[in-house]
């Protein structure tokens, strides 16, 4: 009968097997229980990055270092600082958010940021030059969403219009330097002769229905001071038909650029709330002697109007409220009004100006269509920026 050693060593193989089955099983445990632990944490630290906790808390509630990681990745200085959102912008589907450092050694009660932390940042890459370039001749020369917005048939149609246009205006020109010549105008002075007198008569002969730019200033700068609308023979001789796209804008712009419109984010914090209710914002940057009215997403073509009204507006009671100070002076450059006011006059000034358009818009609009005048944001041009929450 063979011993039974055999056994023994099976038991013992057997044995270290199971402590070996069983300690992998405790350590596999152990991992299992550390992985989740760390799925948990990594879990609960992406949420609280969690876009929507961040919109549902108001603004001046959201802890700046936690939204700034997603506002400020384009720019590695930020990461992990305390500058504070503004506003964001947005120009034909390109993005940019600005803000600014509190200044947290400030005494004052209001909201203050330190000198220089305002400023701009892209959420894209760099759009090349080119791009650019087409994207603004496009704006001028095409309808808005080309060629999507018109049907098939527009650009021939446009062409043969812009030569019957062109020849036309040539032969009018020929003719008339011909007509001075017979009586006896200079070969060499007629040609620009011809050229002015042709201009003169397309543009006087023809009474325009429609509120451009420099016709709407015409009429609500009548309207501001005598509680009428010129008529449209009025409005059409008042209005200055010399001005080429080169010459800088008048004294009021629609739709320009956030950081073109302030200098310092507390100006925009203060006078934001006035425009709570409507699509716009309307302020008047000193540097630059202008008012500037910048559009929100929503602004629909009768607030892009409002918006244009309540900036002529703004301009009358600053131009009231300085002539009456004796505090400005003339530049004889721009031919602007160029003073400086101070938060506190500006912030009046406004105030006024939003009783004023609250009150008189209406009447404004209704007393321009009983003399026949077309209002429509197309015919102000106005900028394609947007600001947006």
């Keep these: 009968m063979p011993p039974p050693p055999m056994k023994l060593k099976q038991s013992s193989a057997s044995a270290s097997s199971t402590n070996q089955s069983l300690t992998t099983t405790a350590t596999s445990a152990q991992e299992a229980r550390l992985l989740v632990r760390e799925t948990l944490r990594i879990s609960a630290t992406l949420a609280s990055f969690a876009p929507s906790q961040s919109q549902a808390l108001p603004l001046d509630a959201q802890p700046p270092k936690q939204h700034l990681p997603q506002l400020l990745h384009h720019d590695q200085d930020f990461v992990g600082s305390s500058f504070r959102l503004i506003c964001c912008?947005?120009?034909?589907?390109?993005?940019?958010?600005?803000?600014?450092?509190?200044?947290?050694?400030?005494?004052?009660?209001?909201?203050?940021?330190?000198?220089?932390?305002?400023?701009?940042?892209?959420?894209?890459s760099p759009q090349p030059p080119l791009d650019g370039l087409m994207s603004f001749v496009r704006s001028?020369?095409?309808?808005?969403?080309?060629?999507?917005?018109?049907?098939?048939?527009?650009?021939?149609?446009?062409?043969?219009?812009?030569?019957?246009?062109?020849?036309?205006?040539?032969?009018?020109?020929?003719?008339?330097?011909?007509?001075?010549?017979?009586?006896?105008?200079?070969?060499?002075?007629s040609a620009s002769g011809a050229v002015a007198i042709n201009w003169i008569l397309k543009v006087k002969s023809v009474v325009l229905h429609t509120l451009n730019r420099a016709r709407f200033g015409v009429a609500v700068d009548a309207f501001l001071?005598?509680?009428?609308?010129?008529?449209l023979l009025e409005g059409n001789l008042k209005e200055n038909v010399f001005n080429f796209p080169w010459v800088?804008?008048?004294?009021?712009?629609?739709?320009?650029?956030?950081?073109?419109?302030?200098?310092?984010?507390?100006?925009?914090?203060?006078?934001?709330p006035f425009f709570e209710k409507e699509k716009y914002v309307v302020t008047y940057n000193p540097s630059k002697g202008k008012v500037y009215a910048l559009f929100k997403d929503q602004a629909k073509s009768d607030d892009i109007l409002k918006a244009a009204y309540h900036a002529q507006v703004l301009l009358h009671f600053m131009q009231l409220s300085y002539n009456s100070q004796h505090l400005y002076q003339k530049d004889k450059k721009d031919e602007f009004l160029n003073f400086e006011p101070t938060a506190k006059d500006l912030e009046a000034c406004i105030v006024e100006s939003c009783n004023m358009v609250s009150t008189s818009y209406g009447i404004f609009k209704s007393k321009a269509k009983e003399q026949g005048w077309?209002?429509?944001?197309?015919?102000?041009?106005?900028?394609r920026a947007r600001l947006i929450k």
């Design 374 to 383: 077309m209002m429509s944001e197309a015919h102000l041009n106005p900028g």
């Design 89 to 124: 912008e947005e120009i034909d589907g390109r993005r940019w958010n600005y803000v600014a450092e509190p200044d947290s050694s400030s005494s004052s009660s209001a909201t203050t940021f330190k000198k220089g932390s305002f400023r701009a940042l892209s959420l894209h």
């Design 248 to 272: 800088k804008d008048g004294p009021i712009v629609l739709g320009q650029r956030f950081k073109d419109a302030f200098q310092e984010p507390s100006v925009y914090l203060a006078i934001e």
């Design 225 to 231: 001071k005598t509680g009428r609308v010129p008529s």
């Design 140 to 189: 001028y020369v095409v309808p808005e969403g080309f060629p999507d917005s018109v049907i098939p048939s527009y650009v021939p149609y446009m062409t043969w219009r812009a030569l019957k246009h062109f020849f036309g205006g040539a032969m009018g020109v020929f003719t008339t330097q011909t007509l001075l010549n017979s009586v006896g105008v200079s070969r060499n002075t």
